[in-house]
């Protein structure tokens, strides 16, 4: 077949192959002229866009699911709505780019997002490597156990000799090795690769325990056939802090990304709820704290780049960090997971957000 | 069959609601979440523009599919408009409300990511088959170059491609439309697959037939579509049937660069703390509209060989 393209010997004439290669270089350099055009910055594309792009999962119960009529919903979700809201006016002016494990960092890089909050745990090399800023801490997950209650197991330190079903090649399966061997017991692993297939291990009682983030126990624990029978035991024996994450190099959009999270969880602890934040917004109080907060005193917003009413319109949009924790994870959800360490640090938890002044 | 039909529930609205009125097969979720498995994210208030294209795209299939249609010559030249007509209803623009692509979703995905790439595979198909085939060294390398390029990555990657490399490559701030560059990628992918199926039927065609046409005194395009083609594509139906059976399957794949298909809604769907649990349920459903699809097509191939049949049976 290729002895005819050997064969072949009429060449182009100078002239059309000088034609082409001018042409060639023509396109090279308007796309080259594209690129130096400057990037505004993330804040001015999103106000000019009038819609911020945010990274959220295509499907995880609690943090990100669409309902029936197409809106998304979830605990990610309302992040994404309460910065929207901070910076546009509205909780509703958001497009939500559902992305899966392997290309949200990708889409976050490559520009399809503004921000991401797709219960992604911040760690060293992601942050470093990965190139990203992270947010605050907007949930604290740690790997915990999921066992039948007919076992009459109540805590993880009973469970040796116990068959364990763990996913192959993650974390969790190095945690899970380390806490065994720091309590001195033995268990028997049985291999998964995805989480369905641990789950359907788990059902035929291929194991006894499954272990993963306590978080994804609660969803699937849902899941099962008969979900009273099982139950959640309370040790969580890793560290998986979930939060959301911008690009590097943007710092005023990061740091807007930053008060948004740390004002939904300073509205819990003045008790700044989405019903009664209409009335406290309308004329200064006796507090300054909550009137700083409320855009009713001081230049907060201003200094973000934002209206004055940033965390006001956050709040409206979305309501606090213990309402928004009710809503999709709380104990009347089907997930019913407890604050824990979730909870205010008043309240016993370690969620502290710095001060707004 | 106790656990589909006769021990099931089909109204409810959660997973409690349903197994409180049946031990079986909870079909609530498909009820409930019918619109979002059909028009995806597209605004309600806009769905008629969905569904007028399905009817147009009736109107349009039934003449090139079947010959026993009235009209048909006319049918056929107005088929024509069909790509750039739906193309407006969907999008909108031009006095309709601009709908933005990512808001597509569920079967209608599927069927504008499907019908795309047939409708625009076989043609380009067509064209690199001949391509490789041609004595011009240029256009045989290219064909052959891109043939074998494409068929050389899995459409995996190179939607992955479309979906991220590309914006590093373009200059921040210039935006292409994904499902647009989904669309790229598809069809260029079937057409590549589709011009090797052609190519084999080109190849059935005895030597006798190419000289026969020279002797008419045909020049290469009248040859090829009065003669060669025909002949040739009526070889490779199967096979070009196949390729589009798989393309059409293939759309489920987007759900890697985070379009919706009716696979990636029922995911999203399972993920609702409501319905969490009933993946059988939500599967089967996909699964059955995927086999009414495929199998219709597969049909379709054999009535149009037994109607071109005209060799002695073998």
Same mark, same amino acid.
């Given at each position: 077949m290729f002895d005819s393209v050997l064969k072949f010997k009429r060449p182009y004439s100078k002239e059309v192959l000088g034609m082409r290669v001018t042409n060639f270089l023509v396109i090279i350099a308007v796309l080259f002229s594209f690129t130096v055009?400057?990037?505004?910055?993330t804040l001015e594309n999103v106000k000019a866009r009038g819609k911020l792009n945010c990274i959220v999962s295509s499907g995880l119960a609690g943090f990100a699911s669409p309902d029936e009529k197409g809106n998304w919903q979830g605990f990610d979700v309302d992040f994404c709505r309460a910065v929207a809201a901070a910076v546009?006016?509205?909780?509703?002016k958001v497009k939500f780019v559902p992305t899966t494990n392997k290309t949200r960092f990708t889409q976050l890089n490559a520009g399809e997002g503004d921000i991401l909050f797709r219960n992604t745990t911040e760690t060293l090399s992601r942050d470093a490597d990965l190139k990203l800023t992270f947010l605050p801490v907007n949930y604290y997950d740690g790997q915990g156990f999921l066992i039948r209650k007919s076992l009459g197991v109540t805590s993880a330190t009973q469970l040796a000799g116990a068959s364990v079903c763990i996913q192959t090649g993650t974390t969790t399966e190095l945690n899970l090795a380390d806490y065994f061997r720091a309590n001195k017991m033995k268990y028997e692993p049985v291999n998964t690769e995805t989480n369905e297939e641990s789950i359907v291990a788990y059902e035929s009682k291929r194991c006894d325990v499954y272990t993963t983030d306590a978080s994804a126990l609660a969803s699937t624990r849902a899941a099962l056939k008969k979900p009273s029978e099982h139950v959640i035991l309370p040790e969580i024996i890793s560290k998986e802090p979930l939060g959301g994450a911008v690009r590097h190099g943007d710092d005023r959009w990061a740091d807007i990304g930053k008060w948004v999270v740390n004002a939904l969880i300073i509205a819990e602890e003045m008790g700044i709820t989405q019903k009664n934040i209409k009335e406290l917004a309308k004329k200064p109080g006796n507090n300054p704290g909550m009137n700083r907060f409320l855009g009713t005193e001081g230049s907060m917003g201003e200094m973000l780049g934002l209206d004055k009413k940033w965390a006001v319109n956050a709040i409206s949009a979305v309501g606090n960090y213990g309402e928004i924790f009710e809503r999709h994870?709380? $104990?009347?959800? $089907?997930?019913?997971?407890?604050?824990?360490?979730?909870?205010s640090w008043k309240a016993g938890g370690i969620l502290y957000a710095a001060p707004i002044r | 069959m106790d656990w589909l039909f006769l021990d099931a529930a089909f109204t409810g609205g959660s997973r409690d609601e349903c197994s409180a009125k049946a031990g079986g097969a909870c079909w609530a979720v498909i009820g409930e979440r019918l619109n979002l498995f059909t028009y995806?994210?597209?605004?309600a208030a806009e769905r008629w523009r969905v569904n007028l294209s399905l009817v147009l795209l009736i109107f349009t299939l039934f003449p090139i599919l079947f010959e026993k249609v009235p009209y048909r010559k006319y049918a056929l030249h107005i088929a024509v408009a069909f790509p750039f007509v739906t193309a407006w209803l969907l999008v909108g623009g031009l006095g309709l409300t601009p709908v933005e692509t990512d808001q597509f979703g569920g079967f209608m995905l599927t069927l504008v990511i499907g019908i795309t790439g047939i409708g625009f595979s076989l043609p380009i198909g067509i064209l690199l088959a001949l391509g490789r085939q041609s004595k011009l060294p240029a256009i045989q390398i290219f064909s052959i170059g891109f043939i074998e390029f494409i068929r050389g990555v899995p459409l995996i990657t190179l939607l992955f491609v479309a979906s991220t490399m590309l914006n590093y490559f373009l200059p921040p701030g210039v935006t292409f439309d994904l499902l647009l560059r989904v669309l790229i990628m598809v069809t260029l992918f079937a057409s590549a697959y589709m011009a090797e199926v052609i190519r084999g039927g080109l190849q059935a065609i005895p030597k006798g037939q190419f000289e026969a046409a020279d002797s008419m005194g045909l020049h290469y395009w009248s040859a090829m579509r009065l003669i060669v083609l025909p002949q040739a594509m009526k070889i490779s139906i199967p096979g070009i049937v196949n390729t589009f059976i798989g393309l059409y399957k293939d759309t489920t794949l987007v759900i890697i660069i985070g379009l919706l298909d009716p696979l990636g809604i029922g995911r999203a769907s399972l993920a609702d703390t409501k319905w969490t649990g009933l993946s059988t349920e939500v599967y089967l459903f996909v699964a059955i509209f995927f086999f009414i699809s495929c199998f219709g097509m597969a049909r379709y191939s054999q009535h149009l060989e037994n109607k071109l049949e005209t060799d002695h049976k073998r």
């Open positions: 055009m400057a990037d505004a910055g546009l006016g509205s909780g509703d994870l709380g $104990p009347k959800t $089907p997930l019913a997971l407890e604050r824990g360490l979730n909870a | 995806g994210f597209y605004p």
